[in-house]
C-alpha cells in the first residue's frame, strides 16, 4: 500500500500539578487555543478542548509516526512557558507529571464533545479525582490507586 491512513481518536485528560485551581475563565479563554495552535503545530488535529479550574479534556486525531507521550510533553512544555511568560502572576503554575490517554471510536465523537462541554456541570457533582478514577475502570486499565495523583 503506498500510504498510510489512519483516524487516531484520542480523548487525553491532565491536571494541573497537584490539582490546584489556576485554570481560570480568565486564563481557559486564552490557554485553550493555544494549546490547539500546539496540537495542530504537531500535526494533529484538536477537536474539542474544556476541563475546569484543575484539569483539562482534549479530544483530538493524533498522527501514527509520533508518539502520545511525545506530544504530551510539547504541549505541557509549551503552555507551561505561555502561561508563565502571559499571566505573571502564575509563577508557580505546573501540570501534573502524568496524563490518562482513551481511545474513541468514531461512532462516540458526539458523546465525548459532550462530555466535555458539560465539565463544568458536570463536576459541581463528581470530583476529579472521582471522574478520573471512573474513567480508568470504564476503559479497564490497570493501576494502582496509591500512584494515581501526586
Do not use: C
Not at 500500500?1 to 480568565?26: A, C, D, N
Not at 503554575?93 to 458536570?122: D, L, P
Request: net charge negative; hydrophobic share 35%.
Amino acid at each position: 500500500m503506498p500510504g498510510t491512513y489512519s483516524q487516531i481518536l484520542l480523548h487525553i485528560v491532565f491536571s494541573t500539578k497537584h490539582r490546584e485551581p489556576w485554570i481560570t475563565p480568565e486564563v481557559s479563554d486564552r490557554l485553550y487555543p493555544y494549546m490547539g495552535g500546539i496540537v495542530r503545530a504537531e500535526n494533529g488535529v484538536l477537536y474539542d478542548i474544556g476541563g475546569v479550574e484543575d484539569h483539562v479534556h482534549m479530544y483530538l486525531r493524533w498522527r501514527p509516526d509520533e508518539s502520545v507521550s511525545d506530544l504530551m510533553r510539547t504541549v505541557k512544555a509549551r503552555s507551561s512557558k505561555w502561561v508563565h511568560d502571559t499571566f505573571p502572576a502564575l509563577r508557580e503554575f505546573a501540570w501534573q507529571e502524568g496524563y490518562s490517554v482513551f481511545s474513541v471510536s468514531k461512532s462516540q465523537e458526539g458523546a465525548v464533545k459532550a462530555y466535555i462541554a458539560g465539565q463544568h456541570e458536570h463536576h459541581k457533582k463528581e470530583t476529579f479525582k472521582s471522574e478520573l478514577l471512573r474513567m480508568l475502570r470504564l476503559h479497564e486499565i490497570e493501576f494502582d490507586e496509591k500512584h494515581v495523583f501526586d
